[in-house]
């Protein structure tokens, strides 16, 4: 079951003008809040976003790779202490990729959008830009933000035999894992 989740999931751009039920969104955030983190520290923090104002602001967080955000009607983002954490930025990637894959188990498309070390214009950090737009504290970073809606495109997964196989190796480096 969860490998079909795997080989369905794929990155989700544009959505259908349809308001993500709120089971579902509560599913989503249960799947996150079960994501494992170093020493079960639990350095995130989740901000869902469904305000239609501030997911438009939000699309122009960054100048590529941000603007689908406008026509979803959900974005979820990750933050993180990371003085909590020296491991803050994998642990907000795990949330992040289980948001992704119960988004999928759910019937849901989603797509992540890079905030960490991004820029949102010359002068302004994409992280600055979300921390000023939804009033995130100095304390926290932002890893990503996450799209979620119900897809308006079909991308079927990639097929087994177009996976990178030859970047697995067996014992030691080099050995292919044949």
């Known amino acids: ?24 969104i509560d599913q989503l955030i249960e799947a996150a809040l079960r994501a494992p983190t170093s020493r079960g520290l639990n350095p995130w923090q989740f901000i869902v976003v469904s305000d239609k104002d501030l997911l438009t602001a939000l699309a122009g967080t960054k100048p590529d790779g941000a603007s689908f ?3 979803a009607p ?19 990637a795990i949330a992040s990729i289980l948001l992704h894959l119960a988004a999928v188990s759910l019937g849901l498309g989603s797509c992540w959008i890079q905030i960490r070390k991004r820029m949102h214009d010359p002068s302004q950090t994409a992280q600055a830009y979300v ?5 995130v504290p100095d304390s926290l970073a932002v890893e990503s933000i996450i799209a979620v809606g119900y897809p308006d495109e079909v991308k079927v997964g990639h097929p087994k035999e177009d996976l990178p196989n030859g970047k697995v190796h067996k014992n030691r480096y080099g050995e292919p894992f044949a």
Not at 74 to 92: H, K, T, Y
Not at 131 to 135: D, H, I, K, N, T
């Open 74 to 92: 959900l974005g979820i983002v990750i933050c993180a202490d990371p003085n909590r954490s020296d491991v803050w930025i994998e642990d907000a």
């Open 131 to 135: 921390r000023e737009v939804l009033g």
């Open 1 to 24: 079951m969860f490998l079909n989740i795997l080989r369905q999931r794929r990155s989700i751009r544009t959505f259908v003008e349809k308001p993500v039920e709120r089971e579902k």
């Open 69 to 71: 955000l406008a026509s």
